[in-house]
């Protein structure tokens, strides 16, 4: 008899003593169940035509709004995400679902001349048929939704995997996202790696947000399946400070990026790059606003860097930081959370593991450039490729740097967090695999491009 899987107990990060569920996971059979139901319930979640997709995505969209003040409190204790940050996360969940209710209207293709002779040569997006949605803990209503309503507004039935530690968040979801579809068109199937595995053993295209480790492993087994896959996964992101920039303002936005949230995003700036003159007043900058950033409690709203999401992320965290000096540092607040202090260090040997590997805590490196070359060569030196803030005053570090930086956004004079939802999201390198996630590049992922020849029967 072989023993029963061990439950997973997903706790309040603040207050580990708070046990929001026990995650008994579902198993592979159950998972191939659900993906065998979606796939079923597909034909006629398509055949029911774009009106009832859109309004579909709509009344989720209504829901979402309807419920913003509870989720937001639900994702504040599950996953320790601070108030203010959490309210973003689900105002933005709600436009999602109805910036996508608008794409069952859009058009699928085109219609092209025929090379020789009358016809009619026409070009089709279709859905693949069940989209396996995996999923990260740190947005736990945002990515499932920016995953599912792509999905589910080309046609597509969705299977979603979520990560144990942001269960309760995606039962909530479920809920409210189960109750605008038919039955099959969505479902939750709850779990670990055993669970994911599963999913991406049998869905007909795979959309997978989390670590690289594992993403790069999904994009291998999914591409040996011959299915469409995309995988967004970690970063070392950097943020270019030239001389020009207002410093002041410059340190604010990347203090926020090191330590919102404690540093658990994958947009997270990791490594602060100061080019020539910018060194002194940005150390200085930086100094200050690390020591004034409000750490403490992420159900108080002017919390900024709240706890980390388990025992094991703040060992990691202690272990990756063990022995370095920091040049700045916050305070983490005495308590039964999971809290880290946020820090600043410099001066670390070239290869430090630093400078090489996401930490996903509240850290950044600081480092000398001498001049924008310089600084796009050290922000390029990484194996990942997600996302550059650039501080200036100027066009010409924008205009120079925007082609050479090789990551799969920038943005300039702002925070290296917080992308727009409307717009592609992605990262290159060892951040992303595959068409990108959000605004119309989504819709193109979950769909594949049919050609159609239409000749006549009789000549005339
Ligand atoms: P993770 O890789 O540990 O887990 C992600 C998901 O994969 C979870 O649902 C997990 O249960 C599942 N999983 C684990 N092993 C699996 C396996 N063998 N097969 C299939 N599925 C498996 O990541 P996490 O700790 O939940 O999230 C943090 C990571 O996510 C960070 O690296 C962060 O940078 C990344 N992230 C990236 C983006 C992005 O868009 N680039 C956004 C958010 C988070």
């Avoid at 295209?205 to 993403?215: E, I, P």
């Avoid at 492993?217 to 299915?227: D, E, K, M, Q, W």
């Avoid at 995988?231 to 990347?254: F, K, W, Y």
Wanted: some cysteine.
């Amino acid at each position: 008899m072989t023993a029963a899987p061990t439950p997973f107990l997903s706790r309040n990060p603040a207050d580990p003593a708070d046990i929001l569920t026990e995650v008994a996971p579902v198993g592979a059979d159950a998972v191939a169940a659900a993906v065998e139901r979606a796939r079923a319930a597909q034909p006629g979640w398509l055949g029911g035509g774009a009106a009832a997709r859109s309004a579909a995505l709509s009344a989720i969209a209504a829901a979402v709004e309807a419920a913003a003040a509870e989720l937001a409190d639900l994702a504040v204790r599950e996953v320790g995400k601070p108030l203010a940050e959490a309210r973003a996360e689900v105002a933005r969940t709600a436009a999602v679902w109805r910036y996508y209710a608008q794409a069952p209207y859009e058009p699928t293709g085109a219609v092209h001349e025929s090379a020789a002779g009358p016809g009619l040569l026409l070009t089709r997006r279709r859905p693949h048929g069940v989209a396996g949605l995996i999923t990260p803990w740190n947005f736990p209503f945002a990515i499932p939704s920016w995953k599912a309503a792509p999905a589910l507004a080309a046609g597509n039935t969705v299977v979603l995997k979520p990560a144990p530690e942001a269960t309760a968040c995606a039962r909530r979801l479920a809920e409210i996202i189960g109750q605008a579809l038919p039955e099959g068109a969505f479902t939750l199937v709850t779990g670990g790696p055993e669970e994911g595995e599963a999913l991406l053993a049998t869905a007909d295209a795979l959309s997978f947000t989390g670590s690289t480790t594992v993403g790069t492993a999904v994009v291998r087994t999914a591409t040996a399946r011959g299915i469409p896959v995309q995988a967004e996964m970690g970063g070392l992101n950097a943020a270019i400070v030239l001389p020009d920039a207002d410093i002041a303002r410059a340190a604010g936005h990347i203090a926020s990026a090191i330590a919102g949230y404690a540093g658990q995003k994958c947009t997270a700036t990791s490594r602060v790059i100061a080019v020539g003159a910018a060194l002194g007043p940005l150390r200085e900058a930086l100094a200050e606003e690390l020591r004034t950033l409000a750490v403490g409690d992420p159900a108080d709203p002017a919390t900024v860097c709240g706890p980390l999401i388990g025992e094991r992320a703040r060992d990691r965290f202690a272990a990756a930081l063990e022995g370095l000096p920091p040049l700045a540092a916050g305070t983490a607040p005495d308590g039964p959370g999971w809290y880290a202090a946020p820090a600043v260090v410099e001066k670390l040997p070239e290869g430090h593991h630093l400078l090489r590997e996401e930490v996903f805590g509240p850290v950044a490196v600081l480092l000398p450039a001498d001049d924008l070359a310089d600084a796009v060569r050290i922000t390029n030196s990484v194996p990942y490729g997600l996302v550059t803030s650039v501080h200036t005053a100027g066009l010409d570090a924008v205009l120079h740097g925007l082609d050479r930086l090789d990551t799969g956004m920038v943005r300039v004079n702002a925070p290296s967090a917080g992308v727009d939802f409307h717009l592609p999201f992605g990262g290159t390198k060892a951040s992303g695999h595959g068409p990108r996630e959000q605004g119309r590049a989504a819709l193109e992922f979950y769909t594949s491009s049919r050609t159609y020849t239409l000749t006549p029967a009789h000549t005339m």
